[in-house]
């Protein structure tokens, strides 16, 4: 049995993060006895998975409008390859309006809802890994591409009512809140985003 070195690792060891897949240098730090803390995982590179899932299925219903089109029109094809690349900075945007909005309600709710005056405000660090691993739903749209039901209102729904609830439960735990709270404020979220998506839809002109 191999064991742990100073800082936590083992030697002539790698392992990997079971959220992201990314490589990690140790398992945990040993700070004293009775002292040791799980080591960080690369975050931001689950939101980079959450981000392309969102993209692909934004640019998989696009793709169908271009179905009717001959293949031998190349301004056709070029044009929805290019949108793909669109759809990221859409997807990107609509996940940043989604966070801020949650976390911004969220503090709303840390001053006028919270339960007992003693409960301390989360970090935001804290509340954006939360909020990240609580989208693990996103990971649905790979599935629902390879299937074909990138379309079908019941999976999407489905795969949307996994993220809401998972949601709800992390932002409950997380600011010490009833759920009906943390609901509202997800619904917020939530709402703000597909703002953002009708407004793509409907540009002011």
């Known amino acids: 049995m191999s064991t742990m070195n100073k800082t936590g690792s083992m030697p002539d060891s790698k392992f990997r993060c079971i959220h992201c897949g990314h490589s990690a240098p140790e398992l945990c730090k040993r700070y004293n006895a009775v002292i040791i803390k799980l080591a960080n995982c690369a975050y931001w590179k689950l939101a980079f998975f959450y981000v392309i899932c969102d993209a692909y299925v934004m640019w998989t219903r696009e793709k169908t409008l271009y179905e009717d089109a001959s293949s031998k029109e190349e301004p056709y094809f070029y044009a929805i390859e290019w949108d793909f690349y669109i759809m990221c900075i859409k997807a990107l945007v609509e996940t940043m309006v989604?966070?801020?909005?949650?976390?911004?309600?969220?503090?709303l709710?840390?001053?006028?809802?919270?339960?007992?005056?003693?409960?301390?405000r989360p970090r935001l660090k804290t509340v954006a890994n939360g909020l990240l691993l609580a989208s693990v739903g996103k990971f649905?749209?790979?599935?629902?591409?390879?299937?074909?039901?990138?379309?079908?209102?019941?999976?999407?729904?489905?795969?949307?009512?996994?993220?809401?609830?998972?949601?709800?439960?992390?932002?409950?735990?997380?600011?010490?809140?009833?759920?009906?709270?943390?609901?509202?404020?997800?619904?917020?979220?939530?709402?703000?985003?597909?703002?953002?998506?009708?407004?793509?839809?409907?540009?002011?002109s």
């Not at 039901?149 to 735990?173: D, E, G, H, K, T």
């Open 98 to 107: 989604y966070f801020l909005t949650v976390i911004a309600c969220g503090e």
């Open 109 to 120: 709710v840390f001053r006028f809802c919270r339960q007992s005056p003693g409960i301390e």
């Open 140 to 204: 649905l749209a790979v599935p629902a591409i390879v299937w074909g039901q990138s379309n079908n209102l019941i999976y999407v729904a489905l795969a949307r009512l996994v993220i809401v609830v998972s949601s709800v439960q992390a932002f409950s735990v997380m600011w010490e809140v009833r759920s009906s709270i943390a609901l509202v404020t997800v619904g917020s979220g939530f709402l703000a985003q597909a703002l953002v998506r009708l407004l793509w839809s409907h540009p002011f």
